[in-house]
């Protein structure tokens, strides 16, 4: 009897223990699938040092990492970031900054106003005479009254500094990190940097002492680097990928565990022509191919109808400051092209070569309408499609193209937006746009404290780059973000994906 009750213990404890070690297994499971998630993105980082960075690329996973004195919201708008409030003068020239308390570096290091002054000096150069960035060449000084103030002075007033202040070009970072900015970066955002493994993937880790209570959900965010849309969207259906943009054609073959969610980018979608190249350097050969160019088409065969076509470098996500009647500027008219080009001394049209990068279908497909498109007025196109980094170096660095695709991502302000135009920026004009006019007023906007005035000012210079023809405008695009099982998605008028607040349904 006693033989059997101890049989009979032990059996309870072997059913027990399988029962319990299957539990643990699925349960970690679960937790391991809710608290850890990988995030299709086109192509790499190109830097990641937050003040060297320029792909828009870059902003949708670093963003998560880093953070600036303000940051941006989802109406478009912006809020007080690692500053906790702020203050403008009456004549606009002086900014002070009070820094929240319990701000940390992902060192675990107190964020302190001495580190906000590094920050900006290393932007601006002011230990180099290199500046980083051309966004903060107004800063005149920067005063640390004591460790939780700053003060900005500026040489003129700025109507996008706030704006400016939001971004990665902006991100406030420790000096002690110095030597590994780009290797080992720091910030102060929900995620710290894990590491970086150059065409495979992006690891962050929840940040557990960030300073906004019950943020993140996640312990981990996998940013996995897919060029290729279909390996993407398998990957996704097999839950290997969590989070992917979806091509419309194939949603519907996602099932119930699935959301989608269609986010408008704000961005301008163009056929970028280099204005200081022939032909190219004549604006009725400009003209001519926004003639030649049928932008429905281009949106039907790319985005399958997920996108509105636009007039000029402004979406319509930009509200008052958006210039609707442009977008019927150039009708498709062949006729009308093959005059121009008639007119400008090519009759019999030309050859020329279209660049693209290879991190993005939507490019190459783009690339084969337009070609066809050229050739109907006597403009034979050679496609040449290249690595995302070779195209940031050749093409938006060093200018070297005739023809390229590309979408000149959303910004918080229209200054950022108009001013890729101006000549006087010269590292981010990639179109080589030259027009005396259109600087004077991207200069007077910057400065005018009326936003009705700047209203008026943005618009003629969208008519500007309409009339002289600096780019094909073509469309501003839908995102369809494909969610397995997840919620919390926030949508921005910019390339950010925040992963803060995402959590299981």
Same mark, same amino acid.
């Given at each position: 009897m006693q033989r059997k009750n101890v049989m009979l213990l032990i059996g309870i404890l072997l059913f027990c223990f399988m029962i319990s070690g299957c539990s643990s297994k699925e349960s970690g499971g679960d937790a391991s699938k809710k608290k850890e998630i990988t995030v299709r993105i086109n192509s790499d980082p190109d830097f990641l040092d937050p003040h060297k960075a320029e792909a828009s690329i870059t902003d949708r996973m670093m963003l998560n990492v880093f953070e600036?004195?303000?940051? $941006?919201?989802?109406?478009?708008?912006?809020?007080?970031?690692?500053?906790?409030?702020?203050?403008?003068?009456?004549?606009?020239?002086?900014?002070?900054?009070?820094?929240?308390?319990?701000?940390?570096?992902?060192?675990?290091?107190?964020?302190?106003?001495? @580190?906000?002054?590094y920050s900006f000096n290393r932007i601006t150069g002011k230990e180099t005479g290199e500046p980083l960035s051309e966004d903060f060449t107004d800063i005149k000084k920067v005063d640390t009254p004591d460790d939780k103030t700053v003060v900005i002075k500026l040489k003129q007033p700025n109507s996008s500094f706030l704006n400016k202040l939001?971004?990665?070009?902006?991100?406030?970072?420790?000096?002690?990190?110095?030597?590994?900015?780009?290797?080992?970066?720091? &910030?102060?955002? #929900?995620?710290?940097?894990?590491?970086?493994?150059?065409?495979?993937?992006?690891?962050?880790?929840?940040?557990?002492?960030?300073?906004?209570?019950?943020? #993140? *959900?996640?312990?981990?965010?996998?940013?996995?680097?897919?060029?290729?849309?279909?390996?993407?969207?398998?990957?996704?259906?097999?839950?290997?990928?969590?989070?992917?943009?979806? $091509?419309?054609?194939?949603?519907?073959?996602?099932?119930?565990?699935?959301?989608?969610?269609?986010q408008n980018n704000n961005s301008v979608f163009l056929l970028?022509?280099?204005?200081?190249?022939?032909?190219?350097?004549?604006?009725?050969?400009?003209?001519?191919?926004?003639? %030649?160019?049928?932008?429905?088409?281009?949106?039907?065969?790319?985005?399958?109808?997920?996108?509105?076509?636009?007039?000029?470098?402004?979406?319509?996500?930009?509200?008052a400051y958006y210039k609707e009647d442009l977008v019927d500027y150039y009708d498709y008219d062949v006729d009308k092209a093959k005059k121009l080009l008639a007119e400008a001394g090519y009759p019999d049209g030309f050859s020329t070569t279209l660049t693209v990068s290879s991190h993005n279908d939507v490019y190459s497909e783009s690339a084969q309408v337009v070609a066809e498109q050229l050739k109907k007025i006597g403009i034979n196109v050679e496609i040449k499609v290249v690595e995302w980094a070779t195209w940031l170096e050749n093409v938006y660095t060093?200018?070297? *193209?005739?023809?390229?695709?590309?979408?000149?991502?959303?910004?918080?302000?229209? *200054?950022?937006?108009? &001013?890729? *135009?101006?000549?006087?920026?010269?590292?981010?004009?990639?179109?080589?746009? @030259?027009?005396?006019?259109?600087?004077q007023l991207m200069d007077?906007?910057?400065?005018? $404290?009326?936003?009705?005035?700047?209203?008026?000012?943005y618009k003629q210079a969208q008519e500007i780059l309409?009339?002289? %023809? %600096?780019?094909?405008?073509?469309?501003?695009?839908?995102?369809?973000?494909?969610?397995?099982?997840?919620? &919390?998605?926030?949508?921005?008028?910019?390339?950010y994906l925040d992963m803060s607040e995402i959590k299981p349904k």
């Open positions: 600036g004195l303000m940051n $941006p919201t989802t109406e478009g708008g912006v809020e007080p970031g690692i500053a906790e409030k702020y203050e403008v003068s009456d004549d606009g020239l002086i900014y002070t900054f009070t820094l929240r308390d319990g701000v940390k570096f992902h060192n675990n290091e107190p964020v302190t106003a001495e @580190d906000v002054v939001t971004g990665k070009n902006a991100a406030i970072i420790p000096k002690a990190n110095e030597e590994h900015h780009n290797d080992s970066p720091i &910030g102060t955002g #929900p995620f710290k940097f894990v590491e970086y493994n150059p065409e495979n993937n992006l690891v962050l880790e929840k940040f557990d002492d960030y300073w906004k209570d019950g943020i #993140p *959900y996640l312990d981990k965010v996998t940013f996995a680097f897919q060029v290729d849309d279909s390996s993407a969207f398998l990957n996704l259906q097999s839950g290997q990928i969590d989070i992917s943009d979806v $091509p419309e054609h194939k949603t519907a073959e996602l099932g119930d565990d699935y959301s989608i969610i269609e970028g022509l280099n204005n200081a190249e022939k032909p190219f350097n004549d604006v009725k050969v400009r003209q001519a191919l926004n003639y %030649a160019i049928d932008k429905d088409q281009i949106i039907e065969a790319t985005f399958s109808g997920h996108a509105t076509k636009v007039g000029s470098n402004m979406s319509p996500a930009m509200g060093d200018k070297q *193209y005739d023809m390229t695709l590309i979408d000149f991502t959303g910004k918080l302000d229209p *200054y950022e937006i108009l &001013g890729r *135009y101006s000549s006087k920026l010269s590292s981010r004009n990639l179109t080589n746009f @030259d027009n005396p006019e259109y600087d007077d906007a910057l400065v005018e $404290p009326s936003e009705e005035k700047r209203i008026d000012m309409t009339e002289q %023809a %600096a780019a094909v405008f073509i469309c501003d695009y839908q995102t369809l973000w494909g969610l397995h099982n997840l919620e &919390g998605f926030k949508k921005y008028p910019i390339f």
